[in-house]
């Protein structure tokens, strides 16, 4: 199996660094990735102590940094150790100053500025922790997304994921025994999104699940038929009310995530065009 030391380099937080990486290495089986990551590189002394654990490690080096001198001095000293050194923003930030005629701004960790889309994020994230799994029902007029769904459907880690994106998401369970409140039948402002999922990939991800909790991996909440009936239970609801549905049965949460923003997004214009 190909061993490989990839080292990222940040002069903030190194967020969008580790997205693109891990984006780029969904590409790649079979191989052992070893990443090393280095975020607030902001010194010169700093880089050099961060340098000595390269040269110990060396392998593929992965930047984003805006000091031109720290810059020049990570590449002198990688080609220096014969390793591979890759900006993997300059080809979108050269097309966009080509596009636009401006030059960039050479500041760390502008991307992450508290403007107003941080302070939206921060109220998304507090809002659909508040929302979790069918809690404060009252409120989910004010929510952006509702996701409905049968239990390990994904909807927690979903309405995560979308909070961090600055959208206010509610979700809640959808149980044969426990129907939901009338109040989700009746929202005007959300979009409500019904989430399935194959029945016996449900049953694998529920028993996994109680393996984790140290349960009996053999109940009732695992059964096939009664998953099965879950499921359509489920479906048969979304369907009546003409709810759209993603099947997330072979989608990672970031693929699910963006499939919800583009419905969202569909919704939104469908409403402003009614107007």
Same mark, same amino acid.
């Given at each position: 199996?190909?061993?490989?030391?990839?080292?990222?380099?940040?002069?903030?937080?190194?967020?969008?660094?580790?997205?693109?990486?891990?984006?780029?290495?969904?590409?790649?089986?079979?191989?052992?990735?070893?990443?090393?990551?280095?975020?607030?590189v902001?010194?010169?002394?700093?880089?050099?102590?961060?340098?000595?654990?390269?040269?110990?490690? $060396?392998?593929?080096?992965?930047? &984003?940094? +805006?000091?031109?001198?720290?810059?020049?001095?990570?590449?002198e *000293?990688? /080609?220096? !150790?014969?390793?591979?050194?890759?900006?993997?923003?300059?080809?979108?930030?050269?097309?966009?100053?080509?596009?636009?005629?401006?030059?960039?701004?050479?500041?760390?960790?502008?991307?992450?500025?508290?403007?107003?889309?941080?302070?939206?994020?921060?109220?998304?994230?507090?809002?659909?922790?508040?929302?979790?799994?069918?809690?404060?029902?009252?409120?989910?007029?004010?929510?952006?997304?509702?996701?409905?769904?049968?239990?390990?459907?994904?909807?927690?880690?979903?309405?995560?994921y979308?909070?961090?994106?600055?959208?206010?998401?509610?979700?809640?369970?959808?149980?044969?025994?426990?129907?939901?409140?009338?109040?989700?039948?009746?929202?005007?402002? $959300?979009?409500?999104?019904?989430? &399935?999922? +194959?029945?016996?990939?449900?049953?694998?991800?529920?028993?996994? *699940?109680? /393996?984790? !909790?140290?349960?009996?991996?053999?109940?009732?909440?695992?059964?096939?038929?009664r998953?099965?009936?879950?499921?359509?239970?489920?479906?048969?609801?979304?369907?009546?009310?003409?709810?759209?549905?993603?099947?997330?049965?072979?989608?990672?949460?970031?693929?699910?995530?963006?499939?919800?923003?583009?419905?969202?997004?569909?919704?939104?214009?469908?409403r402003?065009?009614?107007?």
């Amino acid at each position: 199996m190909p061993r490989l030391h990839l080292h990222l380099l940040s002069d903030s937080t190194g967020e969008t660094l580790e997205m693109l990486a891990k984006a780029a290495l969904a590409q790649f089986e079979g191989s052992e990735v070893i990443r090393h990551f280095w975020p607030m590189v902001r010194s010169q002394q700093h880089l050099d102590r961060i340098m000595g654990e390269i040269g110990s490690n $060396p392998g593929l080096v992965f930047f &984003t940094l +805006a000091n031109a001198e720290i810059r020049a001095r990570l590449e002198e *000293r990688c /080609l220096a !150790l014969g390793l591979p050194v890759v900006p993997v923003l300059d080809a979108a930030v050269a097309a966009l100053k080509s596009a636009l005629g401006q030059h960039p701004k050479a500041r760390p960790g502008s991307q992450h500025t508290m403007d107003e889309a941080y302070f939206k994020r921060v109220e998304a994230i507090h809002y659909t922790i508040a929302h979790d799994d069918g809690v404060g029902w009252e409120n989910w007029e004010a929510a952006d997304i509702v996701l409905a769904g049968v239990s390990r459907s994904s909807k927690t880690p979903t309405s995560i994921y979308l909070a961090n994106r600055g959208y206010k998401v509610a979700n809640i369970p959808i149980v044969v025994e426990s129907p939901p409140p009338p109040a989700l039948f009746d929202l005007k402002h $959300p979009l409500v999104i019904g989430l &399935t999922t +194959a029945p016996d990939r449900l049953v694998q991800v529920r028993r996994n *699940r109680l /393996l984790s !909790l140290n349960q009996a991996p053999e109940t009732a909440y695992v059964d096939a038929d009664r998953v099965n009936r879950e499921v359509q239970y489920a479906r048969r609801m979304f369907a009546d009310n003409d709810w759209p549905v993603i099947d997330v049965t072979r989608r990672s949460i970031e693929e699910a995530a963006a499939a919800i923003i583009n419905l969202y997004n569909e919704f939104q214009s469908a409403r402003e065009a009614g107007q």
